[in-house]
């Protein structure tokens, strides 16, 4: 699972809410639009909707294997 966290945050490791992939993923699945979101918003979501990030993290992880 922090493989695939690791390489989606490629380049945005330490701004992972400037990640396009990552905010597109917040917009897609949590109704915030991309152009919105900080690091306030991306780190409340993230803790707010942690338990659906890790399940979504553990599926990617399977898929890529």
């Known amino acids: 699972m922090l493989r695939i966290a ?36 991306f780190f409340r979501v993230a803790w707010q909707q942690r338990h659906e990030l890790i399940r979504y993290l553990r599926w990617a992880d399977r898929m890529d294997r």
């Not at 992972?16 to 991309?34: D, K, N, V």
């Open 6 to 41: 690791w390489r989606l945050s490629k380049g945005y490791r330490l701004r992972p809410w400037r990640s396009p992939y990552l905010c597109w993923r917040i917009e897609t699945y949590f109704g915030l639009h991309a152009d919105r979101i900080g690091a306030r918003e």
